[in-house]
């Protein structure tokens, strides 16, 4: 792929304005900054500057792409400080959020993701928009930054000063990746991106989250796999608003097509994702370009009819609210296996109910009798 010319169906002047976009994700250390450490060795490069929480919300209003990605790494870090800065910067922003079309997109890993979302993201800008594309891969450390490996794929997007690229967030809890994946949401709408690409491995519970997070919820599928193969659940199909055969070209094709009927058939029996839209299978091809223009379409008359019937504006207040209980549920568990009187008895407790000397309730009482009454020292 390193040597990939350009596709006919590629849109012209999409790619033509060169810029570096494919901004590094955090690095190294846990708060983000690594960059402003003499960690070793001569400086190299400018010096990274800390700015002031106008100086981040002036520079991502203008569209600063430097400032914007800057404004990703301390939303991203994990430093009490830089967090207490990033909210406030949020908090400002927070009036000129919202005015994008959020997609999430997944699939098994290698049906086209990458891929697609190049196809995808070049006729769009061609169509005017302004592209963010961002990932949300909790599922390992390893794969930070994959995104990064996929500059190949996204070769001519990753270029395009109008689409902004944007590997993972350094690893930490679900809940982290999805604070950290919605804030970087809001602020590239804050920049101006009217068009939040949101790329998932469809694995483990990432689907749940990206569904969270976005309007409209594309799964990318193969054909010819069988769908043991390729690990789709039918939990999977029922958070999509769209079902993709992908790679439908060559020999590929007309398998595709069966498959879309057999895949459109089923959809006839399970919920809609999404109150008074119908999910449909459609089928395309990353590689020539086919049906893309089409999904685009799906997804226009998708705003359309949940915007007049008032859905779109309801699952986004309802995901903001979600999102508010969500944390609270994290820091109160977080805050009850960190309780010094909880850490005291629990190891106590557990052995006593898992010798059948504690009924579960009572453990649960005494647990969290400890959370709430005790002061953590006293018995
Ligand atoms: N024939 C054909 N091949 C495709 C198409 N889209 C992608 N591919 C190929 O499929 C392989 C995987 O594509 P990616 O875009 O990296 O897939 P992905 O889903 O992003 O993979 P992960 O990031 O690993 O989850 C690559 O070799 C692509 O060239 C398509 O439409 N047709
Ligand atoms: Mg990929």
């Known amino acids: 792929m390193s040597d990939k010319k350009r596709p006919d169906w590629v849109p012209e002047g999409a790619g033509a304005e060169f810029t570096t976009t494919v901004m590094k994700g955090v690095e190294g250390g846990h708060d983000g900054f690594r960059g402003n450490r003499s960690s070793s060795g001569p400086r190299s490069g400018p010096k990274r500057r800390r700015f002031s929480r106008d ?23 994990n430093s009490t400080a830089h967090m207490a800065l990033a909210q ?8 000129d959020t919202g005015g994008s079309i959020r997609i999430g997109i997944t699939g098994v890993p290698g049906v086209g993701k990458s891929t697609f979302i190049e196809a995808l993201g070049l ?10 594309v961002l990932a949300v891969d909790p599922s390992s450390t390893v794969t930070r930054g994959s995104i990064l490996g996929d500059k190949t794929r996204m070769e001519l997007l990753s270029r395009d000063k109008r689409a902004f690229i ?28 009217d068009v939040i690409l949101v790329e998932t491995v469809g694995v483990g519970q990432s689907e749940t989250t990206v569904r969270s997070m976005v309007d409209f919820f594309l799964l990318l599928m193969l054909t010819g796999a069988g769908d043991e193969l390729q690990g789709i659940k039918k939990g999977i199909m029922e958070l999509a608003d769209s079902l993709l055969i992908n790679k439908a070209d060559g020999d590929n094709k007309v398998r595709a097509q069966a498959a879309k009927a057999e895949y459109n058939r089923a959809l006839h029996y399970l919920a809609p994702a999404t109150e008074g839209w119908h999910t449909q299978a459609y089928t395309a091809s990353a590689m020539t370009g086919d049906g893309i223009d089409n999904i685009l379409e799906v997804i226009d008359k998708f705003r359309e009819t949940t915007g007049k ?34 850490k005291e008895i629990r190891s106590e407790v557990e052995f ?8 579960p309730t009572v ?8 959370f709430e009454n005790a002061p953590p020292l006293e018995n």
């Open 363 to 370: 453990a649960v009482q005494r647990l969290i009798q400890q």
């Open 309 to 342: 019937s008032g859905v779109f504006e309801q699952r986004r207040r309802s995901q903001t609210l979600d999102w508010v209980y969500s944390m609270v549920e994290e820091h109160l568990l977080a805050s009850f296996f960190n309780h010094a009187g909880v």
């Open 88 to 95: 406030e910067v949020i908090k400002e922003l927070l009036p």
């Open 166 to 193: 944007r590997p993972s967030p350094s690893s930490g809890t679900l809940g982290g990746v999805t604070r950290k994946s919605r804030e970087t949401i809001l602020v590239c709408e804050a920049a101006g991106f």
């Open 123 to 132: 006729s769009l800008i061609a169509k005017g928009h302004r592209v963010a």
């Open 55 to 77: 100086e981040y919300v002036a520079g991502v209003r203008a569209g600063d792409r430097n400032i914007l990605a800057q404004t990703i790494t301390l939303v991203e870090s």
């Open 352 to 359: 006593q109910v898992v010798e059948g000397h504690l009924p």
